[in-house]
């Protein structure tokens, strides 16, 4: 882990800031991005987030499908199931 030398309080609401540098670094730049947040021992751990087939956890060619994510791999393997 690399210290970064920012430290960051909690505001009153229980929020703080992201620092404009290390989302920048991590290519958190429109409103539309987002992180996930994990947890590791005593570690909080903020990750980009990127979605993710729900079933092999790939990113490639993903369609949506009532709110779930599913590749084009998997959703095709799916079809092959419910063949007569």
Excluded: Q
Excluded at 6 to 15: A, T
Excluded at 33 to 62: Q, R
């Amino acid at each position: 882990m690399k210290a970064t030398g920012i430290v960051r309080k909690f505001d009153e609401n229980g929020r703080f800031v992201i620092p404009m540098e290390v989302r920048r670094h991590f290519g958190l730049t429109s409103v539309d991005d987002a992180v996930e947040v994990f947890t590791d021992g005593d570690c909080i751990v903020l990750k980009k987030y990127a979605p993710t087939c729900i079933f092999c956890d790939g990113s490639d060619e993903l369609v949506s499908y009532k709110d779930k994510r599913v590749c084009k791999k998997c959703f095709g393997k799916l079809g092959v199931l419910f063949e007569d």
